[in-house]
């Protein structure tokens, strides 16, 4: 069996059979967590999950596009809306009032203005999502727009009467908590120093406290994984942005039917068209390899500046210049530990054990670890 995307927890838990997999559970010490599914849309390395890339989760080729960040935000959303002129299906929007989700709505009312939008938009949101935007919440939503709680559970047959857009995908384009963590250990200005095999050993030796013959392995992975960047400056900053970008893009693209209190399976013909991560445009993800707009400023205190500053001029205050990045998906769709997998027939699968989806030619045996 193939599978897109999975929880990888079971898996780990079942890995002990397979003496090689000790350096694959070592990973998730790495990465900061055991749920991750990951799969290679570079298509370079194979992990010991049996996964298949679909063409659309493949990196786009370059093709001097010269969009920037915000033409790519408003470029999304009208295509949005010209799939909402097409099957007359209600737009939602779920929205947790952290960077990534108002830079969605802002989108939206930047094109069309707040009276249009609110006859098209609906926001999915709780209290947390309030006190993550309060001037969000205060000046647009709540005067304006038909608010849907997500503190109720909805199922799949609710899901699919909508348009449903996320907020996912933008730490993809930008980087990853990683980041902060190797700032953290190795000092300010250290992710815009070039990439230095001891350094990145020692952090994932030491900060990340992995045994020593895997953290040699993974570093040397990570700065092989580099290689398939068609552009770089060789930063560290580049080498997490990269391995975000690559290995975590399709989980993450489906992450919320892998953990979360939707039950059942979903219609894969509204999962491919109408499910919607906003920021999983071909644009935004040229924008993020290719646009001489800036990323970041070499600190990770400037992450996701980009799209702080798209926000904080649209509500017109500085300070939100000032928000740091904070884990919000969670606050607005109740996630629990499930082993959801979906396979390449779109189908859902709960409970799969490793040996249906284990792959004998992954990237530990065919580097030599056995």
Known sequence: MELIAYNSGKFIRQA???????????????????????NDRSQVFKFPINTCVPNKF???????QKYSYEECALSQAQQILNRQDQIDKPIYIMYSGGIDSSVVLCSFIKLLGVEQAKKRINVIMNKQ??????????????????????????????ITKMIYVSGELNDQLFGADIQQSYEMFAGSNSLSCPLSYDLLFKFISECKKVNTDAAHFWTNIFIKN??????????????FWWY????????????????????????????????????????FQLWSMYSNEPKNHGLWDSYKFTAKKLV??????????????????????????????????????????????????NIIKNHGII
């Open 16 to 38: 002990g059979q397979y003496s090689e997999l000790d350096y694959w559970q070592e990973l998730f010490k790495i990465i900061g967590s055991r749920g991750i599914g990951l």
């Open 58 to 64: 493949k990196i786009p080729s370059f093709n001097n």
């Open 129 to 158: 999502s309030v006190d993550e935007n309060p001037e969000m919440w205060y000046s647009f939503i709540r005067p304006h727009f038909n608010v849907l709680n997500s503190d109720f559970v909805y199922n799949h047959t609710d």
């Open 226 to 239: 580099l290689e398939s960047c068609p552009r770089t400056d060789h930063s560290m900053w580049d080498v």
């Open 244 to 283: 975000n970008f690559t290995w975590k893009w399709i989980y993450v693209y489906y992450r919320i039917f892998l953990s979360s209190r939707l039950e059942g399976e979903v219609d894969p013909d509204w999962l491919e068209k109408d499910y919607i991560p906003f920021f999983s445009s071909n644009e």
């Open 312 to 361: 904080s001029d649209f509500i017109g205050t500085d300070f939100y210049m000032q928000k740091t990045k904070r884990q919000s998906l969670k606050n607005i769709v109740y996630l629990r530990p499930r082993d959801g997998a979906l396979s390449s027939d779109l189908k859902v699968y709960d409970n799969l054990d490793i040996n249906e989806v284990y792959q004998v030619d």
